[in-house]
């Protein structure tokens, strides 16, 4: 069983920025960040292969960026200029493909954007 724990929530004003870390227990790709805000589908923010190719939605392009760290087993998002459309809770995601989610999934963290 694979487990994702994220940590780096949290609240921030419009134009700040926030960066979410993700631990597994094991080595999995890819891995991707997802997002559900309230009474909306949950969607795919950003995924990051084993050798680092990247896929991202089109409304984060450009502000937000998906690392990883191999040798730690941790994937990163670092996302600057927030929006208030960006409040939702976030979630890790490993095992599935650049564009489709897979089995395992954290726990998710709330990320809220408002002044």
């Known amino acids: 069983q694979v487990q994702l724990v994220e940590s780096g929530g949290g609240l921030v004003q419009p134009g700040g920025s926030l960066k979410l870390s993700c631990a597994v227990s094991?080595?999995?790709?890819?891995m991707g960040w997802y997002r559900q805000a309230p009474g909306k589908q949950r969607e795919l923010v950003a995924t990051?292969?084993?050798?680092?190719?990247?896929n991202y939605a089109d409304s984060v392009k450009g502000r937000f960026t998906i690392s990883r760290d191999n040798a730690k087993n941790t994937v990163y998002l670092e996302m600057n200029t927030l929006k208030p459309e960006d409040t939702a809770v976030y979630y890790c995601?490993?095992?599935?493909?650049?564009?489709?989610?897979?089995?395992?999934w954290g726990q998710g963290t709330q990320v809220t954007v408002s002044s």
């Open positions: 094991a080595r999995v790709s890819p």
């Open positions: 995601n490993a095992g599935g493909t650049m564009w489709y989610a897979g089995m395992y």
């Open positions: 990051i292969s084993s050798f680092g190719g990247t």
